[in-house]
């Protein structure tokens, strides 16, 4: 088992779990919740036979969990956040959770950590009307200001950004728009 895909029962994560799977990896560990539907993994585990997806239940602020859900791991497609609720438990899902991978990670060692984000940690206040903004794009500044989640996600993003720095891992941070 080399690939670790958190959230994979979640909108984006059964998309990367498919196009992973349509892109020829055959053997994905995929992390889900207890409450998890995964009534589309299970669709696509008999769309690709050949394939092999194992379900790790649990939950990424256990640290049980998450050594289990790392064991073997060679890259990580970190998607799991929570995107609304109480601010505690947001941060809770969001960053809490990811700082449990993180230090997990320093001992299992996966070679990669992909972290799904968003566009939301960029500072867009000070930006023109119609300026593009893109990965040069300054960071959030006062994330207190914001939504819980875009000061969740800046929080996370800065997280994976320490570790990184530490030679932990490579990283490779995707920010998304819009998901449809």
Excluded: W
Aim: with cysteine; hydrophobic share 40%.
């Amino acid at each position: 088992m080399s690939i670790l895909v958190t959230g994979a029962s979640g909108f984006l994560g059964g998309a990367v779990v498919q196009r992973l799977l349509a892109h020829g990896e055959r053997s994905l560990r995929c992390f889900i919740r207890p409450t998890s539907n995964t009534t589309r993994l299970k669709e696509l585990q008999a769309l690709y036979p050949n394939a092999n997806l194992e379900f790790v239940v649990g939950n990424l602020t256990s640290v049980t969990d998450v050594h289990r859900a790392l064991d073997g791991i060679e890259t990580v497609y970190h998607l799991a956040a929570k995107m609304r609720g109480a601010p505690a438990t947001v941060f809770l899902n969001t960053v809490v959770a990811s700082k449990r991978l993180l230090d997990a990670a320093r001992e299992t060692k996966p070679r990669r950590v992909v972290l799904v984000s968003s566009l939301s940690v960029y500072g867009t206040s000070q930006v023109p009307c119609g300026s593009p903004i893109d990965e040069n794009g300054e960071l959030e500044q006062h994330p207190e200001k914001r939504d819980v989640y875009s000061h969740a996600k800046l929080r996370q993003e800065l997280l994976f950004h320490e570790y990184e720095a530490r030679g932990e891992f490579e990283l490779v941070v995707l920010r998304p728009g819009s998901i449809y």
